[in-house]
């Protein structure tokens, strides 16, 4: 991506960024990623980058373990296998183990399911491979401390059994000669020492005449002497020469190992790559945690369409201060390409316009941005910002001349791929001359179909914003009544600069604002008036907008509640009848099964009997098996009819009360107790009927007809 001037990322804190994106690099590699973080123009690479920071993100948030936690930096490691002849120590060749252990924990991370779920990742190692052998050599000569193993050749286990008995033998002396001298009381201490690779005893300096050996040193207060006993040297010479035999044979394994791992130079240096190439996505995924960074829709052509996008470093501010960050929302096609903000100072206008340019720099990096994921944006071949006092003293350009060269920059080499941003456009000159030129440029500009926001205090400008194709307004809000900024951008009108009104506010004599009124043109004075009252107006409306809103979501909120609670009732409902349905289902199909065996057997009895009168029986038991079903069908027709009627209170029954007889469910008024039973007038006809067979009822009350 092309952009200008050269400080144009600076200029938009761009620096800032890949500074808090280092920080969360561990390796050099990745580090140095950081450092190089390019702008890229192509979808495809842009839309690759955003996929790996992404799917990183997610494993985060899902606490899902992705093991690329060896933090290697092995230049020197890898460098040294492509120099012939050269030997890796121990630890160098275990670092390289470690790279390969890696890789290979990474590889088998990837199961079939995860190369699915994490393509973008799983593309950074798909044209590489784990081979075991390159820690089947390491094996082979080194064990887990890095250190050559005694059976890494037959050579070395030979000198080494050979040193294990020359130092038990030199141990074994040691201690016979500090227990002489321990008895004649020569020994300054009694641990032994080494000096100069050998083994000495500390004995009093006035004493060393008086034991045969070589005096290796003295102590700073020459109060003690180290001297090796003539009985060790000997033993010492053997050992020493031993150690150098050790010392050539672990050499010459370790020079042969560093060749045989030479052979997998490129595998291993691609080894290191990859885990760099992790851990540099890893910090893509830290800071977009950090600054709540999102994946965004990509679109092939030139737009905007920016949904709840913070400026990322002021999010980051004011979030360590507990302050509120106001998020911009925008869009801009090829039917509205250009957006000119107004308003008062120290509104937002600049801060609007680096956050839209920040993002667009972020995203063609590669990395996730504070967005709504709703947010689509295209990719732009260059970006040209103006920003501030671009005076350059270095060619004795003034403000408005640096201003106009840089326009003449932008108008020469915009077109429909082109993303620029504009500062206060026209300032520094003549408001007259200087508003005519911005004209222009702003004209010129939406000719060639370029892509920007521009902010400016400049009346015309507002007024052709919504004239000329392409271009449409845009305004900060403002609180009149507390004179403070909303940092909120309002798309589709021009805004007020606010002028008297904050002169008014703080308090300046009204005389001299008058004053300053009568200066003004009468035009110019009276459309900044309608801008703030419009403005005014605009914000009484989106608060009674909100609280409708508000009203319209609790409305829907109770209203999906009652048709969860009307739908759960008819669930109840229908299952409370199915239930009763499938009861009486059973019992109807228990009857019937009954009256068939007994039907059943009625014919054979029938078949049975031989004259007329036991066939005369026969038919009698039919009859009467065919009138208890009736019989039983009309008490539970009367039984429903009394239930649906009547209802039981809980209480004792006493003369008068209205009772309902147990036995048969017929209902009548008790006229008379005798004992423990008794007499309930059903009709004309008394009963006498245990108490225990009766309970009080009472009239249901009829409900309501609407």
Same mark, same amino acid.
């Given at each position: 991506?092309?952009?200008?001037?050269?400080?144009?990322?600076? #200029?938009?804190?761009?620096?800032k960024?890949?500074a808090?994106?280092?920080?969360h690099?561990?390796?050099?590699?990745?580090?140095?990623?950081?450092?190089d973080?390019?702008?890229h123009?192509?979808?495809?690479?842009?839309?690759?980058?955003?996929?790996?920071?992404?799917?990183?993100k997610?494993?985060?948030?899902?606490?899902?373990?992705?093991?690329?936690?060896?933090?290697l930096?092995?230049?020197?490691?890898?460098?040294?296998?492509?120099?012939?002849?050269a030997?890796l120590?121990?630890?160098?060749?275990?670092?390289?183990?470690?790279?390969?252990?890696?890789?290979?924990?990474?590889?088998?991370?990837?199961?079939?399911?995860?190369?699915?779920?994490?393509g973008?990742?799983?593309?950074?190692?798909?044209d590489?491979?784990?081979?075991?052998?390159?820690?089947a050599?390491?094996?082979? !000569?080194?064990?887990e401390?890095?250190?050559?193993r005694?059976?890494?050749?037959?050579?070395?286990?030979?000198?080494?059994?050979?040193?294990?008995?020359?130092?038990?033998?030199?141990?074994?002396?040691?201690?016979?000669?500090?227990?002489?001298?321990?008895?004649?009381?020569?020994?300054?201490?009694?641990?032994?020492?080494?000096?100069?690779g050998?083994?000495?005893?500390a004995?009093?300096?006035?004493?060393?005449?008086?034991?045969k =050996?070589?005096?290796? =040193?003295?102590?700073?207060?020459?109060k003690?002497?180290?001297?090796?006993?003539?009985?060790?040297i000997?033993?010492n010479?053997?050992i #020493?020469?031993l150690?150098?035999?050790?010392?050539?044979?672990?050499y010459?394994?370790?020079?042969?190992?560093?060749?045989?791992?030479?052979?997998?130079?490129e595998?291993?240096?691609?080894?290191?790559?990859?885990?760099?190439?992790?851990?540099?996505?890893?910090?893509?995924?830290?800071?977009?945690?950090?600054?709540?960074?999102?994946?965004?829709?990509?679109?092939p052509?030139?737009?905007?369409?920016?949904?709840?996008?913070?400026?990322?470093?002021?999010?980051?501010?004011?979030r360590?201060?507990?302050?509120?960050?106001?998020?911009?929302?925008?869009?801009?096609?090829?039917?509205?390409?250009?957006?000119?903000?107004?308003?008062?100072n120290?509104?937002?206008?600049?801060v609007t316009?680096?956050?839209?340019?920040?993002?667009?720099l972020?995203?063609?990096?590669?990395?996730?941005?504070?967005?709504?994921?709703?947010? #689509?944006?295209?990719?732009?071949?260059?970006?040209?910002?103006?920003?501030?006092?671009?005076?350059?003293?270095?060619?004795?350009?003034?403000?408005?001349?640096?201003?106009?060269k840089?326009?003449k920059?932008?108008?020469?080499?915009?077109?429909?791929?082109?993303?620029?941003?504009?500062?206060?456009?026209?300032?520094?000159?003549?408001?007259?001359?200087?508003?005519?030129?911005?004209?222009v440029?702003?004209?010129?500009?939406?000719?060639?179909?370029?892509?920007?926001?521009?902010?400016?205090?400049?009346l015309?400008?507002?007024?052709?914003?919504?004239?000329?194709?392409?271009?449409i307004?845009?305004a900060?809000?403002?609180?009149?009544?507390?004179?403070?900024?909303?940092?909120?951008l309002?798309?589709?009108?021009?805004?007020?600069?606010?002028?008297?009104?904050?002169?008014?506010?703080?308090?300046?004599?009204?005389?001299?604002?008058?004053?300053?009124?009568?200066?003004?043109?009468? =035009?110019?004075?009276?459309l900044?008036?309608?801008?703030?009252?419009?403005?005014?107006?605009?914000?009484i409306?989106?608060?009674?907008?909100?609280?409708?809103?508000?009203?319209?979501?609790?409305?829907?909120?109770?209203?999906?509640?009652?048709?969860?609670?009307?739908?759960?009732?008819?669930?109840?409902q229908?299952?409370?009848?199915?239930k009763l349905?499938?009861q009486?289902?059973?019992?109807?199909?228990?009857y019937?099964?009954?009256?068939?065996?007994?039907?059943?057997q009625?014919?054979?009895?029938?078949?049975?009997?031989?004259?007329?009168?036991?066939?005369?029986? !026969?038919?009698?038991?039919a009859?009467?098996?065919?009138?208890r079903?009736r019989?039983k069908?009309?008490?539970?027709k009367?039984?429903?009819?009394?239930?649906?009627?009547?209802?039981?209170?809980?209480?004792?029954? #006493?003369?008068?009360?209205?009772?309902?007889?147990?036995?048969?469910r017929?209902?009548?008024?008790l006229?008379?107790?005798?004992d423990?039973?008794?007499i309930?007038?059903?009709?004309?006809?008394?009963?006498? !009927?245990?108490?225990s067979d009766?309970?009080?009822?009472?009239?249901?009350?009829?409900e309501? !007809?609407?």
């Open positions: 991506m092309k952009y200008f001037p050269e400080s144009a990322l600076v #200029q938009l804190e761009f620096d960024i890949q808090l994106l280092q920080d690099c561990k390796t050099e590699l990745g580090t140095q990623m950081a450092i973080l390019r702008l123009t192509h979808i495809d690479y842009v839309k690759s980058a955003l996929q790996q920071a992404h799917e990183y997610q494993l985060i948030l899902l606490q899902e373990h992705f093991p690329n936690d060896h933090v930096n092995l230049h020197t490691e890898l460098r040294l296998l492509s120099i012939q002849g030997v120590t121990g630890d160098q060749a275990m670092s390289l183990r470690k790279l390969a252990e890696s890789m290979h924990s990474i590889v088998r991370f990837f199961d079939h399911d995860r190369r699915i779920q994490y973008g990742l799983f593309d950074v190692i798909k590489t491979y784990y081979e075991k052998k390159i820690t050599l390491i094996d082979e !000569v080194l064990d401390t890095g250190q050559v005694d059976n890494a050749s037959p050579e070395l286990a030979k000198i080494r059994i050979s040193l294990f008995r020359k130092r038990t033998e030199l141990r074994r002396m040691f201690e016979r000669i500090l227990q002489k001298l321990q008895k004649l009381n020569y020994l300054a201490d009694q641990e032994e020492a080494f000096l100069n050998r083994r000495v005893v004995i009093y300096a006035e004493n060393k005449r008086m034991i =050996g070589i005096i290796h =040193g003295e102590s700073d207060t020459r003690t002497a180290f001297l090796e006993p003539e009985e060790t000997e033993l010479n053997d #020493q020469s150690e150098r035999e050790e010392g050539r044979e672990v010459r394994i370790l020079k042969a190992l560093t060749s045989s791992l030479s052979g997998y130079s595998l291993l240096n691609g080894y290191h790559q990859i885990l760099g190439t992790y851990d540099f996505i890893r910090a893509k995924a830290k800071l977009a945690l950090d600054m709540d960074g999102n994946y965004p829709s990509l679109v052509h030139a737009q905007l369409h920016l949904v709840q996008a913070y400026h990322p470093l002021l999010l980051l501010y004011n360590r201060n507990s302050k509120p960050t106001v998020p911009v929302s925008i869009s801009l096609d090829k039917d509205a390409h250009i957006l000119v903000i107004s308003g008062p120290a509104g937002g206008k600049t316009l680096k956050t839209i340019g920040l993002i667009q972020m995203l063609q990096s590669g990395l996730l941005v504070p967005v709504h994921p709703s947010s #689509q944006l295209g990719i732009f071949k260059q970006l040209m910002i103006h920003i501030g006092d671009t005076q350059s003293l270095e060619f004795e350009l003034s403000t408005y001349s640096s201003h106009l840089n326009m920059y932008f108008m020469e080499t915009a077109n429909g791929r082109t993303l620029f941003f504009i500062d206060e456009l026209g300032s520094g000159s003549d408001p007259n001359l200087g508003g005519a030129f911005a004209e440029i702003m004209e010129e500009l939406a000719k060639k179909h370029a892509f920007g926001v521009v902010t400016t205090h400049y015309n400008l507002k007024v052709m914003a919504n004239k000329v194709k392409g271009i307004n845009g900060m809000g403002f609180n009149e009544q507390t004179l403070m900024p909303m940092y909120k309002m798309v589709g009108k021009p805004g007020s600069s606010y002028t008297f009104s904050i002169a008014e506010r703080i308090g300046l004599n009204p005389a001299l604002i008058a004053r300053a009124k009568k200066l003004v043109d009468e =035009g110019h004075f009276q900044d008036k309608l801008l703030n009252k419009a403005e005014q107006d605009l914000q409306v989106e608060s009674k907008e909100k609280e409708l809103q508000k009203l319209v979501k609790e409305n829907e909120k109770l209203k999906r509640e009652y048709e969860m609670l009307s739908d759960k009732e008819k669930k109840h229908q299952i409370t009848f199915l349905q499938n009486i289902k059973e019992t109807d199909l228990a019937l099964k009954d009256m068939e065996r007994k039907l059943k009625i014919v054979v009895e029938w078949k049975r009997a031989g004259d007329s009168n036991d066939r005369e029986k !026969v038919m009698k038991q009859e009467i098996l065919l009138f079903r019989e069908q009309i008490n539970e009367h039984n429903k009819k009394v239930q649906d009627k009547f209802e039981e209170v809980g209480r004792n029954v #006493q003369v008068g009360d209205q009772v309902k007889i147990l036995t048969n017929q209902v009548g008024r006229i008379e107790i005798r423990k039973r008794g309930v007038q059903l009709g004309n006809i008394p009963i006498n !009927v245990k108490l009766l309970v009080v009822v009472q009239e249901k009350p009829t309501p !007809v609407d």
